[in-house]
């Protein structure tokens, strides 16, 4: 979150929305554990097993799709391939 804050901050010309749907990730999944930490420590708080693990799985796929954006939107290349790593320095 501090890095992706970081990144908006210094950001001269506006940012591509990429990098503000990360930023929303970031503050949804904390938002989400304001719930979620509670309610695992006190089962009263829990109101149905089911919202914890709906709310887990929507964290798990809003940071998945964050983050295939964020790496398809840099260009990354694998990580095997060595002309496409000394090609990014």
């Known amino acids: 979150m501090a890095l992706v804050g970081n990144m908006i901050h210094?950001?001269?010309?506006?940012?591509?929305?990429?990098?503000?749907?990360?930023m929303f990730v970031?503050?949804?999944?904390?938002?989400?554990?304001?719930?979620?930490?509670?309610a695992t420590?006190?089962?009263d708080?829990?109101?149905h097993p089911l919202i914890m693990i709906a709310l887990d799985l929507l964290n798990t796929l809003f940071f998945l799709c964050g983050?295939?954006?964020m790496a398809g939107y840099l260009g990354v290349?694998?990580?095997?391939n060595p002309v496409s790593f000394m090609l990014s320095k």
Do not use: E
């Open 10 to 22: 210094d950001a001269l010309h506006g940012d591509p929305s990429i990098v503000n749907y990360d």
């Open 45 to 47: 708080l829990a109101f």
């Open 67 to 69: 983050a295939l954006a």
């Open 26 to 38: 970031a503050v949804v999944s904390m938002l989400s554990l304001f719930y979620l930490i509670p």
């Open 77 to 80: 290349h694998s990580c095997g």
């Open 41 to 43: 420590i006190k089962d």
